[in-house]
């Protein structure tokens, strides 16, 4: 399967832990967003990296979120200090570059942050 | 900014209903649109796209229609089927540049038989 994964499917903390989630892209896809989603909601931006360079941050990721895409493959994203508001699906997706906008973002399953 | 509005579900419908699900944009400039949908245990993927006025993107039977004017995009189907049971969400991203999409809220669309 050539899609994107993400690890872990699910994590359980408790408030105050720190916790890590990867994401592994479609191997040519130089474009890698993170998009958080609670219920009953659509998907929210939170950063987007061109190869290793993290072009955009949104207003959500807070002081205590951290992404990286080292040498421009996989990509991490960290939560230290959990609250129980970071509880959500964190979602990870890439795309080819470009310079006309084809939209496609082609989305990993997800990993689900339980924060108790 | 940009924001997408969308009807709130959920949408039950009979298999071989008609389904529209309704969804206005605001945004600067010239945007494309999409709808992208997310079946059960599955994640999110592009349904259809249309990236200028009066483009019809369609897939899968589905379609929805740029309008300008109106700043809408419905999605039609003139016939569903159990399996297109789903949450749909409208999107819009700019045309040029990365693709930073704004997705509506979703709407969860149960066909039963």
């Given at each position: 399967?050539?899609?994107?994964?993400?690890?872990?499917?699910?994590?359980?903390?408790?408030?105050?832990?720190?916790?890590?989630?990867?994401?592994?892209?479609?191997?040519?896809?130089?474009r890698?967003?993170?998009?958080?989603?609670?219920?009953?909601?659509?998907?929210e931006?939170?950063?987007?990296?061109?190869?290793?360079?993290?072009?955009?941050?949104?207003?959500?990721l807070?002081?205590?979120?951290?992404?990286?895409?080292?040498k421009?493959?996989?990509?991490?994203?960290?939560?230290?200090?959990?609250?129980?508001?970071?509880?959500?699906m964190?979602?990870?997706?890439?795309?080819?570059?470009?310079?006309?906008?084809?939209?496609?973002?082609?989305?990993?399953?997800?990993?689900?942050?339980?924060?108790? | 900014?940009?924001?997408?509005?969308?009807?709130?579900?959920?949408?039950?419908?009979?298999?071989?209903?008609?389904?529209?699900?309704?969804?206005?944009?605001?945004a600067?400039?010239?945007?494309?649109?999409?709808?992208?949908?997310?079946?059960?245990?599955?994640?999110?993927?592009?349904?259809?796209?249309?990236?200028?006025?009066?483009?019809?993107?369609?897939?899968?039977?589905?379609?929805?229609?740029?309008?300008?004017?109106?700043?809408?995009?419905?999605?039609?189907?003139?016939?569903?089927?159990?399996?297109?049971?789903?949450?749909?969400?409208?999107?819009?991203?700019?045309?040029?540049?990365?693709?930073?999409?704004?997705?509506?809220?979703?709407?969860?669309?149960?066909?039963?038989?």
């Amino acid at each position: 399967d050539t899609g994107v994964s993400q690890d872990p499917r699910h994590k359980i903390t408790k408030r105050g832990q720190n916790v890590t989630f990867r994401c592994d892209p479609i191997s040519e896809h130089n474009r890698l967003y993170w998009y958080r989603q609670t219920l009953g909601q659509g998907p929210e931006f939170l950063t987007y990296f061109q190869n290793e360079a993290q072009l955009e941050k949104s207003r959500l990721l807070s002081d205590r979120f951290s992404a990286e895409r080292p040498k421009g493959s996989f990509s991490t994203l960290e939560i230290q200090r959990t609250e129980q508001g970071d509880s959500a699906m964190y979602l990870c997706a890439s795309s080819s570059g470009g310079t006309v906008n084809t939209g496609e973002l082609f989305f990993g399953e997800g990993s689900r942050l339980t924060v108790l | 900014g940009n924001s997408v509005t969308q009807m709130e579900g959920p949408v039950t419908l009979s298999e071989e209903a008609f389904l529209t699900i309704n969804c206005t944009y605001t945004a600067t400039g010239y945007p494309s649109l999409f709808w992208y949908v997310q079946y059960p245990g599955e994640g999110l993927q592009l349904l259809l796209k249309a990236t200028k006025a009066d483009d019809k993107g369609s897939n899968k039977g589905f379609e929805a229609t740029y309008r300008k004017e109106t700043t809408s995009f419905h999605l039609e189907k003139g016939s569903v089927q159990v399996s297109d049971s789903a949450v749909y969400f409208c999107a819009l991203s700019k045309r040029q540049g990365y693709q930073k999409v704004t997705f509506g809220i979703g709407t969860k669309l149960q066909v039963i038989p």
